[in-house]
């Protein structure tokens, strides 16, 4: 996160470049980097539970009887997670949420 943290932007007014500009928050919504990032961290988040589901630490939801497990699906910048209800389940993911957000530093 240090090269996203210690941006600096230059604008140009009426031709001429100010001087260096540093934001004091990292990144801003609109900023053209923020898809990107979004798309590696939850790139990140998806191997991490797939990891997970297949040691049986999350317990993915089956559509049917003999179908498939389904766990996660990703729109544009939502995620959504289809598990099995149980305490095992949600502490499993309570840890997994809690180890991607000291990682990841959201």
Known sequence: MLCVTTVSY???IN???TSSLTPGHGLRQGDPLSPYL???CAKALTQYTYRLSTSNK???LKIAQWGQR???????DDLLLFLQINERTMVNLSETLQ????????
């Open 10 to 12: 230059k604008v140009r």
């Open 15 to 17: 031709g001429a470049s």
């Open 38 to 40: 979004y798309i590696l």
């Open 99 to 106: 180890v991607f957000e000291d990682e990841a530093g959201q």
């Open 58 to 60: 999350l317990l993915f």
């Open 70 to 76: 389904v766990g996660l699906l990703q729109f544009a």
